[in-house]
């Protein structure tokens, strides 16, 4: 078996990673911040600085907790929260590929050859599909190696009962062999977040395999959400599973929702702009979002994006780590989508540089969990109106370059849930700001925070969750998540490599960061799938649940 590892080269990798789809690159207009820059080496420098983080922290994983989840770096013990199949080896193997570490990529490849699927074991949905699917299907995209993807076709079968419910919404979880689902802590009820963030994995495995039960479990999630749009684009955070019937009173683009918005824009651009009624259903979502949710701060007219509830949508105020996604969200719809309402660009930068503040705004210069903002905050529409009435007089509402707080100064928002998980949603959104706007401002704060996590949240080799990002020393967690070198290390390189490893017109990130190549579906696909393209002829079948 060795000899076939023996072959895996950085050269195999590479090589297959730009001919694996659609043959040689083609030629990309060079960016123009990409022109030969004065500070290539610094840049490089900082690049191979986080290299070696990652490197340092995945030989800590190996040594101590491997081949369980994840280390817990304070007492040196494991977890194996995520199905023990060694979530953090599954989750990384993509980004040691882009970071060409070639040896554990190999020793990756022999872990996951051996991988047993079949074994009695409890899984949740989202995060087998986000972290262990869509870990395969990047290390095949970028590799062409078939064992990812055997395994992968393999996961995406036994994952199937799941969407067996009589809404055809998807479980929360499952046992196997084919047990009951919706026996954890969920219960009886879906999270929006994790039943809307599957479509990209199984649509793309389907293209892979050729197997229609796999776009018709997804794509009756898509026709479900279609049908329980709210407020023109918002969607609650549950639904009971059986009936598809709402159960929460809350809508939010942070927990319980953020990727389900997410995946609207990337389906429309996974499958090469050609299905637009994911672009219509991103574009009322955003619309919905930008009318309902952002808000802009008294004093310091920070940007930020709050839960509502219903009836009125009363504004809680609360802003939340996991929300900054939406920064690089709203900057990738407005890189890619023509003639978009330049509400997007602006919301885009305005929430980056208010995620920026956070962690700015801290002694470590990590950013906290959840912060809570006055209750006075103005709507940032109603303050983009009075703006247009005085002729678009100074800086656009809630796009000012409010500065950080110094010692002692009020931060205007309240500290409620003061722990950095080592999430990436930030340095993401740094990331889509460098790479669509190239203004160099979002790599150095980007440099910031990675010298943030490097000063308070390393533990001699391995690096832990802090327990309250103002004090110094900050006291850290027993935690060391998967995705902290799925995403977080691969979003920090992508930032600061000069490299294009990854051309955001050729890929598309899953939401913890697996790559997957944009496609078109063929002729004999779109008859195999009922992909329906509009003016083209299509049967007229309704899509429906327990398609298994
Ligand atoms: C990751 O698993 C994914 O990014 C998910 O979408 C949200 N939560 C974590 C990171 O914070």
Same mark, same amino acid.
């Given at each position: ?13 590479? *090589?297959?990673?730009?001919? &694996? ?9 060079? /960016? ?8 290539? &080496? ?17 030989? /800590? ?10 280390? $817990? ?13 060694? &979530? ?60 990812? !993807? ?20 998807? *479980? ?22 994790? =039943? /809307? ?5 199984? $649509?793309? !495995? ?9 776009? @018709? ?5 898509? +026709? =479900? ?11 609650? !955070? @549950? ?27 990337? +389906? ?14 991103? !574009? ?29 949508? *009363?504004?809680?105020?609360?802003? @939340? ?26 919301? /885009? ?42 002729? $678009? ?36 959104? =740094?990331?889509?700001? #460098? ?11 980007? #440099?910031?925070?990675? +010298?943030?996590?490097?000063?308070? &949240? ?25 995705? =902290? ?21 050729? #890929? ?29 002829? *299509?049967?007229?079948?309704?899509? @429906?649940?327990?398609?298994?």
């Amino acid at each position: 078996m060795a000899a076939s590892y023996v072959e895996w080269t950085s050269h195999a990798i590479f *090589h297959s990673f730009h001919n &694996a789809f659609g043959g040689p690159p083609p030629h990309h207009p060079q /960016a123009p911040w990409m022109h030969p820059n004065p500070q290539s &080496a610094l840049w490089k420098e900082r690049a191979d600085t986080v290299k070696a983080a990652f490197r340092s922290a995945y030989a /800590a994983y190996e040594r101590t907790a491997y081949p369980h989840d994840e280390l $817990r770096p304070v007492s040196n013990l494991h977890s194996d929260n995520l199905n023990g199949w060694g &979530a953090s080896l599954m989750d990384s193997i993509d980004t040691m590929m882009l970071m060409r570490l070639d040896d554990l990529v190999e020793r990756s490849l022999v872990h996951v050859s051996k991988l047993k699927l079949d074994r009695n074991s409890y899984v949740q949905f989202f995060e087998t599909v986000i972290r262990y699917l869509g870990g395969l299907l990047s290390a095949y995209a970028i590799s062409g190696n078939t064992v990812y !993807l055997t395994h992968a076709d393999e996961l995406g079968t036994r994952l199937l009962p799941i969407f067996n419910t009589t809404s055809g919404v998807a *479980h929360f979880d499952e046992t196997w062999p084919r047990g009951a689902g919706g026996i954890g802590w969920m219960g009886s009820l879906s999270i929006l977040s994790e =039943f /809307a963030s599957c479509q990209m994995e199984y $649509r793309y !495995l389907a293209h892979l395999t050729g197997r229609p039960e796999y776009v @018709q479990a997804v794509d009756y999630i898509t +026709e =479900f959400l279609q049908n329980n749009t709210e407020h023109g684009g918002l969607f609650p !955070l @549950q639904f009971a599973t059986s009936t598809g019937a709402p159960s929460s009173d809350r809508f939010s683009v942070g927990a319980k929702a953020d990727s389900a918005y997410e995946y609207l824009l990337k +389906e429309w651009l996974m499958t090469g702009k050609t299905e637009p009624h994911f672009l219509d259903m991103y !574009l009322k979502s955003a619309d919905a979002i930008i009318e309902n949710m952002l808000y802009v701060s008294p004093s310091r007219h920070l940007l930020y994006v709050t839960d509502v509830l219903r009836p009125s949508l *009363h504004p809680i105020h609360d802003f @939340q780590h996991l929300s900054c996604f939406l920064s690089g969200l709203f900057a990738l719809g407005t890189a890619t989508i023509p003639d978009v309402d330049p509400r997007h660009a602006w919301a /885009a930068e305005g929430l980056g540089h208010t995620c920026w503040i956070t962690y700015a705004d801290t002694a470590t210069g990590l950013g906290p969990e959840m912060m809570l903002f006055p209750q006075n905050g103005t709507r940032w529409v109603d303050e983009l109106k009075v703006w247009e009435q005085k002729g $678009r007089e100074g800086v656009v509402p809630g796009v000012s370059e409010a500065t950080p707080v110094t010692p002692g100064e009020h931060t205007e928002y309240r500290v409620v849930d003061s722990r950095y998980l080592l999430r990436p949603e930030t340095i993401e959104s =740094f990331y889509i700001m #460098w790479r669509t706007t190239g203004d160099s401002k979002w790599r150095d704060r980007g #440099w910031a925070l990675f +010298e943030g996590i490097e000063n308070h &949240a390393m533990l001699g080799t391995a690096y832990a969750s802090l327990a309250d990002v103002r004090t110094v020393p900050a006291p850290h967690t027993d935690e060391l998540p998967s995705f =902290f070198f799925a995403e977080t290390l691969k979003y920090a390189y992508l930032l600061f490599t000069d490299e294009e490893l990854i051309p955001l017109d050729r #890929w598309v990130f899953n939401t913890e960061a697996h790559p997957i190549p944009i496609f078109t579906w063929s002729e004999t696909e779109k008859k195999l799938f009922d992909i329906r393209i509009p003016g083209e002829n *299509h049967n007229n079948t309704t899509l @429906q649940p327990n398609i298994l």
